[in-house]
């Protein structure tokens, strides 16, 4: 291998790997959210079936 080959696939490995740990770290961290934005409730219908609209 020539060695741009091997700087080329040492930055490939580092990108890679270092973003597997960043997220490692990152989910070690915060592992779950705390807090939800308000809104996020289903609605839902007394009656099973679907909504007939006429048009």
Same mark, same amino acid.
């Given at each position: 291998?020539?060695?741009t080959a +091997?700087?080329?696939? +040492? /930055? &490939?490995? @580092? +990108?890679?790997w $270092? /973003?597997? *740990?960043?997220? +490692?770290l @990152?989910?070690?961290a915060?592992? %779950?959210?705390t807090?939800? !934005? *308000? $809104? /996020? %409730?289903?609605e839902t219908?007394?009656d &099973? /079936? !679907? &909504?007939?609209r006429d048009?």
């Amino acid at each position: 291998m020539t060695p741009t080959a +091997i700087a080329f696939l +040492i /930055g &490939a490995i @580092l +990108i890679v790997w $270092g /973003g597997l *740990v960043a997220s +490692i770290l @990152l989910l070690r961290a915060r592992p %779950e959210r705390t807090e939800y !934005p *308000v $809104g /996020g %409730e289903h609605e839902t219908r007394d009656d &099973a /079936g !679907p &909504a007939e609209r006429d048009t």
